[in-house]
């Protein structure tokens, strides 16, 4: 690897950790506010901009926090293993065992957050739908950028296995 692209590489690894932690102190600052979201767009709104499908007034509140908190928590999750994956590509550690056991977890809890967005959004307000097909789209993606790092320890191993 020349130099241009090594530092390329480490400035692109620094861009997406800051990224990461941006993304976690922003979500830590909806996580405050939340509340005050929710209850603008489901109790204060007369307009009728952000109706439901199903639920109105408190029902619909307290679904879309508890979900909401309940995003929240899978968001993080997916951030910490979104960060240890940077932190050991970073570390010339690429194609192992545990890249692989995060982005399984990170797929996983994206499709979590794919169900229960569907819920949300069926019941609560269908602008919450555009999340739910967010995620089913980066569920799919990862899945495949999870088995092209499967397939590659495979052969990482068997070309280990055969020196």
């Known amino acids: 690897m020349n130099k241009q692209n090594k530092e390329s590489l480490i400035t692109s690894v620094k861009v997406t950790k800051i990224f990461i932690i941006l993304v976690a102190i922003a979500s830590v600052i909806t996580c405050i506010v939340g509340p005050k979201i929710v209850s603008y767009v489901t109790l204060e709104s007369n307009e009728g901009v952000f109706e439901s499908p199903w639920l109105t007034g408190y029902p619909r ?19 910490y293993q979104l960060y240890r994956l940077v932190v050991r590509i970073d570390g010339g550690e690429v194609f192992s065992e545990r890249n692989v056991r995060s982005l399984k977890i990170i797929s996983d809890v994206v499709l979590m957050a794919c169900v229960l ?8 307000g269908f602008f919450i739908l555009l999340i739910c097909a967010a995620a089913a789209f980066m569920t799919a993606i990862i899945r495949v950028v999870m088995n092209a790092f499967s397939k590659a320890v495979e052969m990482k191993d068997e070309l280990d296995y055969t020196v």
């Open 61 to 79: 509140f307290w679904i879309i926090i508890i979900g909401g908190y309940i995003c929240a928590i899978i968001l993080f999750v997916m951030l």
């Open 117 to 124: 967005t569907f819920i949300m959004g069926i019941t609560c």
